[in-house]
């Protein structure tokens, strides 16, 4: 299985091109293309500022923030999954054509919600420093994100993109002490959140090819998902934290990915050490398990596609 | 040298397991444990869709496949590619392949260059590759103005054309292709077979599914004629034809 696993280094040009390929094909008939994007998450947040904002009333502090650094995270999530779930019969015609490991659907799939994350996530903290809450994170992000970006776009790399942002880190780091930290819980966070999306993603990718029924419980999931998850709400809020109830809502690994989200972009407090290693070790069991029943299958699903 | 051995090759499928629902599954899963129906899994047949296939392809060969339709021709080609991975024997392969097969593997809503880039990228080919080969892809497929539209708006023939072109320009060592020629004009049929002539020149090797045995006699010198997933003719390209059509007057 790990040599397998070491294999889709030599098909990273097929990733590549996967991933270019999902982006333009996303926005390709829009008027106003890779723009959704960023309007994307603005849009949702608009409307959940509307709904509970302003009807409901919540009664977080900055509550447009506290609401985009969830619906974030979240809209990567559930849209790996979303997409994810048919990326093996959206793809039989590439697949009963030419071998290539078939994970690299799935993979792609997080792969391509992740650069969208990764706009998503300027956005964010472009807020945020409009709130005076951080305004380091922005600039750090939009250095990665274009470095990508340019990088998938096939343009060479340019010989300053590497330098330059390890100097913007390092002198970041430098200008604000807790900003080191926040970028390493930034990253972790990311890490398991991918990590645990890669696995579901793969076994429903491989269980929707036996059963077509996969897509809609994948549906009903992400949406009992969304409400169970502090997304809208906060864990905090009074009547929550005087209850056990808290601690198990804390028992998801993604209540405390979100959390460490809100960490990074609102200066919560962190999750405690206990909360982060079992949620890292949730997050990569999940994929390896995910893996696992995925190759494990490959064989019967080619000929089921 | 050997570039292609094909080993006592089995490949079943299950039969007819249906648009299967989760309810069906369960329902299936608990007649079986009471009647305990040994050998079908989830109590649908297998149908060996190919059975003990044995045959050798020596570099820079070109090989004829011939057969009825649900002979096995293009699940064999499969095989080959990789695609499917065989339930018994074995298959050993040198070098890289590649299939070629009508319609597939292209994404309608990209263009053709895009399509192009995306197939490259399939074979292990980076963009750089591909930029060097791309100007005799382009000009093999005479898709110059079209090239930038979308791959939805091609006719059957300007995609065959395009994805003959991607094969013969990547290189490949083995060129597995299957009904291909069908669709182009005479024009390009004629161009067609004289870069197949080329790539067994350079002492690449082709495996050519086809049911044109006019083409079969012209390309190949050895052909295998398929019928019920098992080999029953191989040998010479002109006999193998006769046989085929022998066996096929039979039967009307």
């Not at chain 1, 696993?5 to 008939?29: F, G, M, P, S």
């Not at chain 1, 078939?102 to 997080?110: D, K, Q």
């Not at chain 1, 709400?233 to 979100?258: C, K, Q």
């Not at chain 2, 898709?143 to 054309?161: N, T, V, W």
Request: contains cysteine.
């Amino acid at each position: 299985m790990l040599r397998s696993c070491a294999q889709l280094i030599n098909y990273k040009e097929l990733i590549k091109a996967l991933i270019v390929r999902d982006l333009k094909t996303r926005y390709k008939r829009s008027f106003l293309g890779y723009l959704w994007a960023l309007l994307d998450p603005l849009l949702m947040m608009g409307v959940f500022i509307l709904v509970f904002g302003t009807i409901l009333q919540s009664t977080v502090d900055y509550y447009p923030i506290f609401l985009l650094s969830g619906l974030v995270p979240w809209s990567f999530f559930s849209g790996t999954i979303q997409q994810s779930v048919d990326s093996i019969t959206r793809n039989r015609g590439l697949i009963e054509k030419v071998y290539c490991p078939r994970e690299v659907f799935p993979l792609t799939v997080v792969l391509s919600n992740g650069v969208n994350m990764a706009f998503s996530l300027v956005v964010l903290f472009a807020l945020t420093s409009f709130y005076r809450i951080r305004f380091a994170m922005l600039f750090t992000l939009l250095v990665v994100s274009l470095a990508i970006l340019s990088r998938l776009l096939g343009r060479q790399r340019q010989r300053w993109q590497l330098p330059a942002t390890g100097a913007a880190v390092v002198g970041l780091c430098l200008y604000q002490p807790d900003f080191g930290p926040l970028l390493l819980l930034l990253g972790f966070a990311v890490f398991c959140l991918s990590s645990l999306a890669l696995g579901l993603a793969l076994v429903f990718a491989c269980l929707n090819v036996f059963f077509a029924d996969v897509t809609y419980i994948v549906q009903v999931l992400l949406r009992l998902g969304f409400f169970l998850c502090p997304i809208f709400w906060a864990l905090e809020s009074g009547r929550l934290s005087d209850t056990h109830l808290h601690y198990y809502l804390l028992a998801n690994p993604l209540a405390v990915i979100l959390q460490m989200f809100r960490s990074v972009a609102l200066g919560y407090p962190w999750p405690g050490v206990g909360y982060l290693l079992l949620t890292g070790t949730v997050s990569i069991v999940s994929a390896g398990l995910g893996y696992f029943i995925f190759k494990r299958s490959e064989d019967i699903m080619v000929k089921r596609i | 040298m050997i570039v292609l051995d094909v080993n006592k090759v089995g490949l079943r499928f299950r039969l007819n397991p249906g648009i299967t629902t989760l309810r069906e599954t369960v329902i299936r899963f608990i007649k079986n444990r009471k009647t305990g129906a040994p050998g079908s899994v989830n109590g649908s047949r297998t149908f060996w869709a190919l059975r003990d296939v044995t045959f050798q392809v020596h570099q820079g060969e070109a090989i004829g496949i011939v057969g009825r339709n649900g002979a096995g021709k293009s699940t064999l080609l499969k095989l080959l590619a990789g695609v499917y991975r065989p339930d018994e024997g074995e298959i050993r392969r040198v070098g890289t392949i590649s299939l070629l097969q009508l319609g597939t593997g292209f994404h309608p809503e990209l263009s053709g260059r895009e399509n192009t880039y995306l197939s490259g990228a399939f074979l292990g080919f980076t963009k750089k590759d591909i930029d060097e080969r791309f100007e005799s892809i382009v000009g093999f497929s005479e898709l110059h103005q079209f090239i930038d539209e979308p791959i939805k708006c091609y006719s059957s023939g300007m995609i065959a054309r395009l994805g003959f072109a991607i094969a013969i320009n990547i290189q490949p060592d083995i060129l597995l292709i299957d009904e291909v020629l069908a669709v182009g004009d005479q024009n390009f049929k004629e161009k067609c077979q004289r870069e197949l002539e080329k790539i067994r020149a350079s002492h690449r090797t082709i495996v050519f599914v086809s049911h044109a045995m006019q083409q079969v006699i012209e390309i190949c010198e050895r052909t295998l004629c398929f019928d019920q997933g098992g080999i029953v003719f191989e040998g010479n390209s002109r006999e193998a034809a006769a046989f085929y059509q022998d066996s096929l007057r039979s039967l009307q």
